[in-house]
């Protein structure tokens, strides 16, 4: 295998593990929220945060490196379209996923506190979940876009 196909093989899985612990942990958290039971929503949270740290933070570090690599070595150009779009996408994907990871450590704390309370969860709690479920889209949308633009590389 030669080098770019390394680097390429990389950054497809990078790009795997991005879109699928991003949908992953949108669907256990969405689920442990849909129950209502703090204790079930600090567990999932508690999970989250670690998936979060090691897979998807990784992903996000190994991506611009990757990409900037594939470009390099395959002799794209750094102003073409595609390459351009993918880079804008990736900065809202991330302006987006990097307050998450925060409201997902608050939301872990409060939800931590109503079990150990036995609580149910706070206002403060649900406020950051609407506003964690409202950032997915944009953040989930773009990751899709760069995906087409990775694959299709328009003009």
Avoid: C, N
């Amino acid at each position: 295998m030669d080098l770019y196909t390394a680097i390429k093989v990389l950054h497809v899985l990078g790009a795997a593990i991005l879109f699928g612990t991003g949908i992953g942990i949108a669907f256990f958290m969405v689920m442990a929220h849909r129950t209502g039971i703090p204790a079930i929503v600090a567990h999932t949270s508690r999970v989250v945060v670690i998936a979060d740290f090691l897979f998807t933070a990784t992903a996000v570090v190994l991506q611009p490196i990757t990409g900037a690599a594939m470009i390099l070595l395959a002799g794209y150009d750094w102003r073409a379209t595609w390459i351009l779009a993918a880079i804008g996408l990736y900065v809202v994907a991330g302006t987006f996923w990097l307050p998450v990871v925060f409201m997902q450590r608050r939301m872990r704390t409060l939800a931590t506190e109503a079990a150990a309370a036995g609580a149910p969860l706070s206002a403060d709690y649900r406020r950051l979940y609407a506003i964690w479920f409202i950032f997915g889209f944009p953040a989930f949308s773009a990751v899709l876009m760069i995906f087409w633009l990775m694959v299709a590389k328009p003009a």
